[in-house]
């Protein structure tokens, strides 16, 4: 079973269009992530959940609204999308801070 | 601020060789610290932490990482390197604001293995 898992791995979409990306949690942890990895590898967190509750939000462009159904899932909605969103999102989560995260195995996005 | 550096971007070692992966800290508390790493196309996973104790620490796949405050450093070493290994190394450490945590991660180390 898949620990975290995210879909759809890959997502080619032209600008301006609106898409999701789904991520879900089977270990029971309480805070959940979004990471953008860019073309130079370089990864930076955008959200975290606790609990359903938006407890970071960095400096993330507000075309990008995660929603968090439920403690087990959380979702990253990407609207007006433009090519500088082009990378790789990674969802993560974690029970303790001590624990590390654990991360699911991205997700693709190609804006052309 | 907290950073993480990785003064290495990129590393060659042949198989069998021992390696070493840098990697230094800014934090003003004790740190969380974290090696993960990425073969392409994947997710990371977890290779090793250190919050407290032991300063030398164990981890998956033969890698340990020794903590050094006076140097603000956790370096990654293995003593043989198989080809498996090439992948991308990440250092990382947690950071705690208003009771709540985040990973920072380094650049990243490319591990390229020669046969």
């Known amino acids: 079973d898949t620990a975290v898992s995210q879909t759809p791995k890959y997502l080619v979409t032209q600008m301006g269009n609106d898409k999701s990306i789904k991520c879900e949690q089977n270990l029971g942890h309480d805070t959940m992530y979004w990471y953008k990895q860019d073309s130079k590898k370089f990864l930076k967190i955008m959200f975290s959940y606790n609990n359903k509750e938006l407890i970071i939000n960095e400096t993330v462009p507000n075309r990008f609204s995660p929603k968090s159904p439920d403690k087990a899932h959380l979702n990253l909605h990407i609207n007006s999308l433009e090519l500088g969103d082009s990378a790789v999102y990674f969802c993560?989560?974690?029970?303790?801070?001590?624990?590390?995260?654990?991360f699911g195995s991205g997700t693709r996005l190609t804006v052309v | 601020a907290q950073s993480v550096t990785q003064p290495d971007i990129h590393i060659t070692v042949s198989e069998g060789a021992s390696l070493e992966l840098r990697c230094n800290y800014s934090y003003g508390a004790t740190p969380y610290l974290f090696w993960y790493v990425q073969s392409p196309g994947q997710g990371l996973q977890l290779l090793l932490k250190y919050f407290s104790g032991d300063t030398l620490v164990q981890g998956i796949k033969g890698f340990e990482a020794e903590f050094k405050r006076s140097q603000s450093s956790f370096n990654l070493r293995k003593p043989s390197v198989h080809w498996s290994d090439a992948a991308e190394y990440f250092c990382?450490?947690?950071?705690?604001?208003?009771?709540?945590?985040?990973?920072?991660f380094g650049a990243g180390t490319r591990l390229a293995v020669h046969p």
């Open positions: 993560a989560s974690s029970i303790t801070s001590q624990q590390g995260y654990t």
């Open positions: 990382a450490v947690a950071t705690f604001s208003g009771g709540y945590n985040k990973l920072i």
